[in-house]
């Protein structure tokens, strides 16, 4: 079991930064794969990028430029460094660990509940 707790959400403005972190325990961090998704109103939960166990990344086109994400193995915790943010990525962010990585939500076995990342214009 993997517990995943997410943090650093809020309400910015366009144009402005913020990085989300997410916290593990449980099962060593560094075997899993890592993702950050989000849901906005309406919509499905779909992918912002994911890292491999070994440093590997993958990005949604909408966010490649803008957003890293990274993780620190030492701390078990994965973040998501967001800048340039505009009103589209407004959602939950949600961060989700799972042995393989995926772009596919429901490959990921361990989810947190999820932070709210509002952006206003």
């Known amino acids: 079991q993997v517990q995943l707790v997410e943090s650093g959400g809020g309400l910015v403005q366009a144009g402005d930064s913020l990085r989300l972190s997410c916290a593990a325990s449980?099962?060593?961090?560094?075997?899993?794969?890592m993702g950050w998704f989000r849901q906005g109103p309406g919509k499905q939960r779909e992918l912002v990028a994911t890292?491999?166990?070994?440093?590997?990344?993958n990005y949604a086109d909408s966010v490649k430029g803008r957003f890293t994400i990274s993780r620190d193995n030492a701390k078990s915790t994965l973040y998501l460094e967001m800048n340039k943010l505009n009103p589209e990525d407004t959602a939950v962010y949600y961060c989700?660990?799972?042995?393989?990585?995926?772009?596919?939500?429901?490959?990921?076995?361990?989810w947190g509940q999820g932070t709210q990342v509002t952006v206003s214009s």
């Open positions: 989700a660990g799972n042995r393989y990585s995926s772009d596919y939500p429901t490959a990921y076995d361990y």
């Open positions: 449980g099962r060593t961090f560094s075997w899993y794969a």
């Open positions: 890292i491999t166990s070994a440093g590997r990344t």
